[in-house]
């Protein structure tokens, strides 16, 4: 006696034609090789929202820090082209005073603008 199976249990090929499979493989291959880079990057997204963020309170610190020293530098560069331009002038001399009076001149410009300047880098307001 013979047992006879139900059509659903009987092995029916699942394409028509060894054709019909080829294209099926090559366009399945295609389509993984072409989303593979999208679905990589994608599965970084989470390692890269693990990063903490950064604190940047010591570089404020750091600027307030050359601010001071700008403005300490500045101070000391006037008062020595001052003080230079103020001896030659009381021995005579006005014509070698000129470049102490340029030092002075340079000394306020880094007494207001580099302080300013390194301020304004910061947000600090003088």
């Not at 989303?35 to 309170?57: E, R, W």
């Not at 600027?63 to 700008?70: C, N, V």
Request: proline share 3%; net charge positive; aromatic share 12%.
């Amino acid at each position: 006696m013979q047992i006879k199976f139900p059509a659903v249990f009987t092995r029916v090929p699942l394409f028509a034609n060894r054709q019909t499979e080829f294209t099926l493989k090559t366009s399945l291959r295609s389509t993984i090789r072409t989303m593979a880079p999208s679905l990589l990057a994608l599965s970084c997204v989470g390692v890269a929202h693990a990063q903490g963020t950064m604190d940047f309170s010591g570089a404020t610190t750091l600027m307030s820090t050359f601010k001071t020293f700008a403005i300490y530098a500045g101070a000391v560069i006037c008062f020595g082209g001052l003080i230079f331009a103020g001896i030659r002038m009381m021995s005579g001399r006005f014509a070698d005073a000129i470049p102490g009076l340029f030092g002075a001149l340079f000394g306020a410009g880094v007494l207001g603008w580099g302080a300013g300047w390194i301020g304004s880098l910061t947000g600090q307001s003088m």
